[in-house]
Every structure is written in C-alpha cells, then in structure tokens.
C-alpha cells in the first residue's frame, strides 16, 4: 500500500460554526494505481489532493505515506517527504516564464541537489521521453498549450516519483491535446508510476483504474 | 545553481523592463547623491589632517562680557607662543604667523602679486608636518629675509632653474629684499591656513613696511595667529585651565584659550580667521538629507519588489512543490536584489563620475574619489552596500514564506502585517519628502530675506581699487600723488564721487582695526569691550550712502586728519548716551587721546546681514588703502570701458604699481555665497529625492492596479465610472500624505528654526510654508498615482476579467 487517509477531515471556522472542507475521508491507494477524483465545483477534490500531497493539513484524521504517519511528522519532515515521492501537474502547468524547458526540468534537480552530469542525463532522458528535444531552448510563452503541460509532467517525473498528483491537467487544453496528456499518463502508469488525477471530464475518468466520487467533502 | 540564478536575475530583469529601469534608476539617483554629498562632508571633515596634528592647537582670545568671557579673535599676541613655551611644560613648541594680504613680489623686472603669504616661525615645518622640496628644513626659516616658496610660486618666478639663493622683493607699503632658502611642495587644499610663501618670522623686526608696535614683541597687538605644539600626554583640560588662568599681559578683562586644529574649519567662526571657514552645521544638514536620500531609493526598492514579490506568488509555489528550501528561496532572491543592485551601483558610480566635475565648480573644491581617501571611499560604499542588503533581505523573507498551495492558486494577499510594513515605508517616504519640501521654502526664504534686507548703506555702482606703489617715496609726496589721482578720477564723466577708506562693508574683520579700553563721556573708564573701527576720508559717508541721525560728517581740512569721530546708533546705545541727539559734542577717551562725536549715522551692516550689527567708529584719516569710486549708474552696465579709462589714470600717477578692483556690492554679496550654495544644493537635491519617491509611487501605482484589475473590472462591470475608480485608488495615497505630513510639520519646524538660530536677522517660519508643502507632495503624489490609475480605470472590464 502506498498510502491510507483514515477518517481525515478537514475543515474552517466561519461565524462560530465548522464548515467541512473534507469530511471523514477513508481511502487508500496501492502502488500502481490510476485513480481519478470526480466531483461537481466545490466538492473538495483539489483539497483532498492537496491533502494528499502534503501541500495542506488536515484537522483531524490519520494519514499514512509509506508506512509514515504524515500526520506526526514536523513539517520540515513531511515536506522531504513529498519532495521525495510526490510529482505534481497543474492544471496551468505552472512553468516558470523566465526558464527554457530544458532549465525547467532541470530546476527540481536542483533542489535535490543531483550532479551536474547527473541532472544533464536525467534531462535528455526526459526531452527523449516526451519527444520534446526541439523544444529545449524555448521559453513557456513559445510553446502551445499541450507542450506546456508535456514539460509540466515531465518535470514531475523527473527526479523518478512514486506518486503523481494532476490537477485537472487537461483542464486548459483542448480535446485532443487532453487525448495525447491522458495516453501519456496511461503509459506512465504502465511502466509503474501511480496517479492520482483530479478531473471533471468523463472521459478522462475513463483512463482510471478506480474511481472516488466526491460530494461536499464527503465520499460518495 | 547560481549560474542559474544569475541567468534567471537577468532574464527577469529584462522581462520587466519599467519595473528594473525604475528600481536600478532609482537607486542609482540616491547612491550618486549620497555619495556626492558625503564625498563633500568627507571633505569639509578632512581639514588640518596631518600626522600629529591632533597635538597642534590654536590659542585664541577670550574676552570679558558681562561676567563671563567669550570667544573673541583668532589672532593673538606675539609674546603668546615663546611665553606659553617657557611657562607651561606641556607646550613643546610654537609657530607664530604675521598673515600679509595680496602681495606683490618683485623678481628683477617681473611682479607678480601673491596672496597667502605670512611671516612664521621656523618651528612650521616641524609642527605642520611639512618638509622642503629643496633647501635645508632646518635653517630654510631661520635667518632673517629668508623666504620659502612653494612649488606652485616658484614655478611661476622662475619657471624650471633653480630658485634656492636668488632674491625677492617683498612689498608691503615698504619693500623688503629677501632670499629663497627653501621650496616646499604644495600645501594642500583642506587646510584653514592657506599658504603660498613663506617669510621668516624674524625678518618683521628690520620690515618698516610693517608699524613699528607689531614689529616688537607686545602683550597689547594681537594681530598674530599663534599655534602650539602640545606633548601626547597632556591632559588637555589641566592644559587649558592654567591657560585660562594665566595673566601675563596682566589684563583681567581677556585672557587665552586654546582649540584642537582639527576642529577649527568647522567648528571655529571667530573674528580674524585665517579664513572664512566651513560650517559644521552645513555639513550635518547636507549629511542628514545625503542619508534621506539614500533611504528613500532603498525604501523605495523594498516597496516595489515587495510589491512585485505578489506576481511571482506563483513562481514560489511551483518552487517549493519542486522541492525547493526556503533558504534556498531566499538565497535565490538576495542574489537578484545583489544583481539589480550591483548594476544601480555601477550606473551610481557612472553618474557620480560624470558629475562630479560639475559639482566641483559648484561646490568650488577639489573633490575626487582617488585612492587617497579609501577608507572614506569605503565607508560610503560600506553603508550603501549594507542598506542594499538590508533591502534585499526583507522581500526575500516574505516571498519564501508563501504557502505553495495558496500561491499556487494565486490566492496570495499580503498579510495585514505586509501591508502595514509597506503602508510604513510609504509614509516615512511622503515624511521625508515633506520635510525636505519645508527644508527648502525655507532656506530660500531665508536667503531672500537676507537679500532683501536694507543693509543701511548704497553699495551699488562704487567701485574699489587698491595697488601697491612699488617705487619708494616719502608720504607727503605719496599724498600729493594721490590728490592728483583723485583729481584725474573725478574728472572722468562717468563718476559721481571718490574717496578712500581702509575698509568698507563686506570686507569682514580683516581690515578693521579694534581695540579695548575706552573712557566714556561721563567718565566711566571700559576696558572689557572690543571697538571696532575704520578709516576713512571726509566725504566716505556721503558717497556710501550713510543717513546721517545727528550732526555731520567730518569737515575737511588740509591735513586730512582730525580727532573728529562719526559712530554708529549701536555705538552711541553702547557708551551710555540715550538720545543720538546727545551724543554729537561728547568726548571720548582712548589711545590716550581725546576724541570728539561729531555724527552719529544708521546702524548698517558692516559684516553682513548674517550677523548682528556691532557698534562701529568711523575716524578720518589720510587713509589711501582703498580708493572708492561711485559710478555713474548710467554707464554701470558698459562698466570694463571705465575700468579701462581709471586703470590709465592710476598707472599715469603711479608708473610702478599694481592695480586692483572689485565691485562693493558683488564683494559684499560674496558673503552668502556659501549660504546660497547651501540652499542651492539643498533645492538641487530635494528635488532628486522628490523625483525618486515619484518614481517609486509610480512604480507602486502600477502594481495597484495590475493587483485591484480584477476588482477593477468588477467595479466597472456593475456601473461604476472612471472618476469613482481613480477615487477608490487614490483614496489610500492621499490618506497616507496626510498621516506623513502631521509628523513631518512638527520635525521640519523644529529643525528649521534650530538652523535659523545661525543668523541675526531671521524670516519666520509662516503656516503657510507648512500647506504648501503639503499641497506640493499632495499634488506630486495625485499626479503620479492617476496617471497610472487612469489608465486602469478607463480600460475595458473584459479584458480584466477574461483572465481568470
């Protein structure tokens, strides 16, 4: 088992009462799982995947990561953690403007201090990968959507994660741009990588292996 | 890693051209600024350092006023030096200087005039740390009729032979032959005590150019500026209380005091400097708005890139979701505060180049950035470098703490602390500007409030020359030469009157003669007060222009010469006569000689509006120092023809001479010229500071609104029109003027009136210097913020809101 939320809730306080962002969450994901988080606006779906990614808390509840308790451990603890394991896609990509794609990927490198050779490598592997080799030397701005969020994944995927979280990752694309993101998230899944994608689309729930169906915070 | 970082800087700063132009700019303005004006002040504090100059201090007079003593001249007496030498261990040697005026000196045929000249003890060089180029340092000063040049002057005498054993004339009234010993390099600039030759001090004793009372040694002539050359070890206070408490002249009413060297250019203003010296209270001043300045572009550069920080919200996430540490993070952003601010540096240190000729024929000092003054270099660098960093740190620190998962979303919004941080720097800019803004009314108004003061005397269109005769004859053939001169002057077309006189308004102290001890009309013997006094000839107060309260001027009479005096209204007040009136028939007693009042005329200002007016003593005498010249005010503007016509009436009378001339009234403006600097400067760089806390608001402007173009939109949206929106945006900044300009009103008032104290006559500090002030900054700040904010609120909402 990759991890396990047990009874996790998450909630704020507006006027003296609670209001459940999350409530009484359980679920669990093995490894090499596709799952896909469904859910009308508002439902919680980018919370409990942010909870799952340890970029949010939670109230109440236990949360396991890899025999982990992410509920105990320090905040500095847990933030290893997930930059250890957990790759992230948005829906808007989220690439810096400033940096070509081949310094994209290499910016979370970087921080996890890889060799130069190391991280040169790692990144060639990566432009191969995705078929992106051309792209190298251009800036966000000169690419088209889907490009964008081919270099949005590749660079989740390149210190080799556990986990990858997308967030509606074809939100801003248009059908068959989404088409060739969702294949290449079945691929990936293939060789072994477990996802986690939040969508709306029926379509793209489809590539899933499980489905969570979400309702104001709770499961459905 | 940090090639990275740099690459990104750059980038960056590239992409976001008005934001960098603004931010590098900026702080370029306030470096090279503050690096001018502390080059300055680094300057003015450099006076009179040399090695082992903090053992040298000056002695200076103290006189009894009331029951206690002030400090009165600068020059002492001759017996001061050797006497202190023998009385006091402490004292291990002395240099007397006899300071000459403009003199001309003879070298066969050629005569060139040379001023800063003095008569000094041998002990100068010794004292003043200051060695020979040629000659022996030793005997260069101690033979009488030696005389030691500096390169500068030898060159010009003798161009490249060697002048050491070729001999000088020396004029003054009366020749003297003198020998050089000894060159010595150039004294440099930042001394109070100027000097281009010198004279040995004993050569005064066979100089009949000089009277005949300063050439011996006396307790009663302080004409001499006496140093003293103080053992390491002294307790300098034990020092100065034997000092104070000795009597040698045996003269209760003065006695001596000593001050460091170091601090007399700025901290001395006596009469009989050496020098008009500095002003400590300038320096402070011009220090304090160089710091203003400074902190100003730095706030500025925190406000914007806080500001910016809010956009890069999403950058910070993407970051930290890829693993990035905070330290890292901040790392990352002090390095692109380093770059901006290494590039702001660089262009600061263009501009400071570039101006800095310009600023020193404004400022009308050598001032430079050479290697001399490293540590002086550094220091400046050091604080600017340190406020940088200071700087970059605290948007480093608010943009690392960002929570990823917000800023991811874009939902970041300054914390209500952030906002206060930065709602803080903009009123300490708007408070600072303010400030300024009333700094600046109100030196300008000073200024023209001195100008415009009557000054009691017609300065306009008289002319002075003044030239040594160099052939040598008797007096009575020197007054008939002069009554012929004047006779030939008057009958040019284009003058009204002449006359002479020893001194005249704007000449300072230099040329006035003063004196203690007087007997007044009902007999009351004063030796504690000075008397100021000049001479003149019979018709000097009808052509200065001088009112006449009580009685005449002085009749004339073929000696050219009476016991008669004219004094001033202060004067009449001072010796105890009631009514002016009064005073005319009543006799006085000094110089053991009986004196009679025969006018009294308008208190004037001999000295310069900026100080009070003295009592003064006009007394009649064959005087030929200056030769004063009314003109014609028709033909003032045409004037160098006159000067043309007069200079050959003068070399006709006088073959061998010199000739000299300036305009009164310039010579006497010439006295606030450092005060109009002074306002100059202030003014030149109050509006710098202004331009770059409108840069800043501009810049913070834009921001506002690319931040509020949602909410914007929606206004707009639901009916709301351009002039509510420049309101909602315009609301705050006005808020914030409103707040700086209550605290601004009391501080620029009480510093104000702290830097008025200066000056005897002083303009007020009206309210309504106060609102303009503030409608000044008010104005500045709608200006900038709608220009901007317009251009927010006239665009369509759709666009605004396509976004999200």
């Not at chain 1, 899933?208 to 915070?217: H, K, P, T, Y």
Request: hydrophobic residues 40%; aromatic residues 12%; charged residues 20%.
């Amino acid at each position: 088992m990759l991890l396990q939320l047990k009874n996790v809730s998450k909630w704020v306080q507006s006027g003296g009462q609670k209001t459940f962002l999350l409530k009484d969450i359980n679920f669990w994901v093995n490894e090499g799982d596709f799952i896909s988080i469904m859910g009308p606006s508002g439902s919680g779906k980018s919370t409990l995947l942010n909870v799952i990614g340890m970029l949010d808390g939670f109230n109440e509840g236990e949360y396991t990561f890899l025999d982990e308790s992410v509920h105990s451990l320090k905040e500095k603890h847990r933030s290893n953690l997930y930059k250890q394991y957990i790759g992230f896609v948005f829906q808007s990509y989220h690439l810096i403007d400033e940096l070509t794609v081949k310094e994209n990927l290499e910016m979370p490198l970087l921080y996890k201090k890889y060799g130069s050779s190391e991280r040169k490598s790692l990144v060639g592997d990566m432009l191969d990968r995705f078929n992106i080799v051309g792209k190298k030397d251009l800036f966000p701005s000169q690419l088209s959507g889907g490009q964008q969020q081919l270099v949005g994944i590749a660079r989740a995927l390149i210190a080799s994660p556990k986990l990858i979280l997308a967030d509606e990752p074809t939100g801003n694309l248009n059908s068959k741009q989404g088409e060739e993101i969702m294949e290449t998230f079945t691929q990936l899944n293939k060789e072994g990588v477990t996802i986690i994608q939040v969508t709306h689309s029926e379509k793209n729930m489809a590539y899933g292996s499980r489905v969570i169906n979400l309702l104001d915070g709770n499961l459905v | 890693m940090y090639t990275l970082y740099f690459k990104i800087a750059l980038r960056y700063l590239l992409k976001n051209k008005l934001y960098s132009f603004i931010n590098i700019f900026g702080l370029a303005i306030g470096i090279a600024s503050f690096v001018l004006i502390m080059i300055y002040a680094n300057y003015e504090r450099s006076y009179d350092k040399f090695e082992g100059s903090e053992n040298v201090y000056r002695v200076y007079m103290e006189y009894l006023e009331g029951n206690s003593f002030v400090p009165g001249d600068a020059q002492s007496y001759n017996m001061v030096g050797p006497t202190f030498k023998k009385e006091f261990p402490e004292v291990i040697d002395f240099v007397r200087f006899y300071k000459l005026e403009e003199t001309p000196i003879e070298l066969d045929d050629k005569v060139l005039e040379v001023n800063n000249g003095s008569l000094a003890d041998h002990s100068y060089f010794d004292i003043f740390n200051v060695g020979l180029v040629k000659g022996d340092v030793h005997t260069a000063l101690k033979e009488p009729n030696s005389i030691v040049l500096t390169e500068t002057v030898a060159k010009k005498f003798f161009s490249d032979s060697n002048p050491v054993g070729q001999t000088l004339r020396v004029y003054r009234n009366k020749p003297v032959t003198v020998k050089v010993t000894g060159i010595m390099k150039d004294i440099p600039e930042n001394t109070h005590f100027k000097i281009n030759y010198l004279l040995s001090y004993n050569t005064i004793v066979g100089w009949d150019g000089i009277s005949k009372n300063q050439r011996e040694p006396n307790w009663n002539n302080n004409v001499y500026f006496t140093y003293l050359k103080i053992n390491p070890n002294t307790n300098i206070e034990v020092l100065r209380k034997k000092i104070l408490n000795s009597n040698f002249e045996d003269n209760v009413d003065e006695r001596h005091n000593i001050e460091p060297l170091e601090n007399i250019h700025l901290y001395s203003n006596k009469p009989y400097e050496a020098e008009a010296n500095g002003s400590i209270m300038r320096v402070k001043f011009l220090t304090a708005i160089a710091i203003i300045i400074l902190v100003l572009s730095l706030l500025n550069y925190i406000n914007l890139s806080t500001t910016k920080s809010l956009e890069r919200a999403k950058e910070v996430g993407v970051r930290k979701v890829a693993g990035a540490q905070k330290q890292q993070l901040i790392l990352q952003s002090v390095i692109e505060s380093v770059v901006l601010n290494v590039l702001a540096l660089i262009l600061g240190g263009i501009i400071t180049l570039i101006l800095l000729p310009v600023y020193n024929s404004f400022t009308e000092k050598v001032l430079s950035l050479e290697l001399g003054s490293i540590p002086n270099v550094l220091s400046i660098l050091g604080s600017v470098f340190l406020g940088m960093i200071l700087a970059a740190l605290y948007p480093a620190i608010v943009l690392s703490n960002y929570s990823p998962s917000k800023a991811l979303k874009g939902k970041v919004r300054t914390s209500s602390n952030g906002l206060n941080v930065r709602k803080g720097l903009i009123i300490t800019q708007f408070l600072a500007t303010i400030v300024l803004l009333i700094g600046t009314i109100v030196v300008t108004k000073q200024i023209n409030f001195m100008r415009e003061q009557s000054i009691g005397v017609n300065l306009s269109n008289v002319l002075t020359i003044n030239g040594e005769i160099l052939t040598e004859k008797s007096d009575s053939i020197f007054n008939n030469d002069f009554a012929a001169l004047l006779n030939e002057v008057k009958k040019n077309p284009s003058v009204t009157d002449a006359s002479f006189s020893n001194s005249y308004p704007g000449c300072g102290y230099e040329r006035l003669s003063s004196f203690m001890g007087i007997t007044y009309p009902d007999g009351t013997l004063d030796e504690k007060k000075v008397w100021y006094n000049y001479e003149v000839d019979h018709n000097y107060t009808a052509m200065m222009g001088m009112e006449f309260i009580a009685g005449q001027s002085f009749y004339s009479n073929s000696k050219g010469y009476s016991r008669d005096i004219v004094v001033n209204e202060k004067f009449v007040k001072e010796i105890g006569v009631k009514d002016s009136h009064d005073a005319i028939g009543k006799k006085l007693k000094f110089w053991s000689r009986d004196w009679t009042i025969v006018g009294v005329i308008k208190d004037y200002h001999h000295f310069g509006v900026k100080n009070p007016v003295l009592p003064i003593m006009l007394r009649y005498t064959p005087t030929k120092d200056f030769l004063m010249i009314k003109l014609n005010s028709k033909t003032i503007a045409e004037y160098r023809p006159i000067i043309a016509q007069l200079r050959k009436t003068w070399s006709s009378v006088f073959p061998e001479s010199t000739f000299n001339y300036s305009f009164v009234d310039q010579k006497f403006e010439a006295q606030y010229e450092e005060d109009n600097k002074f306002s100059d400067a202030f003014r030149i760089f109050t509006a710098l500071a202004i331009g770059i806390a409108a840069l800043g608001l501009f810049g913070l402007t834009s921001y506002t609104c690319i931040q509020r173009k949602k909410e914007i939109g929606i206004r707009k949206v639901n009916g709301a029109s351009v002039v509510k929106i420049l309101k909602i945006l315009n609301i705050d900044f006005i808020k914030w003027v409103g707040i700086a300009f209550v605290i601004a009103v009391p501080v620029a008032w009480y510093v104000m009136n702290s830097w008025l104290e200066n000056f005897a006559v002083k303009t007020s500090i009206s309210w309504w210097i106060f609102a303009f002030a503030g409608i000044m900054a008010l104005g500045i700040t709608l200006l900038t913020v709608s220009w901007q904010s317009f251009i927010a609120a006239s665009g369509n909402p759709v666009d605004a809101l396509r976004d999200e």
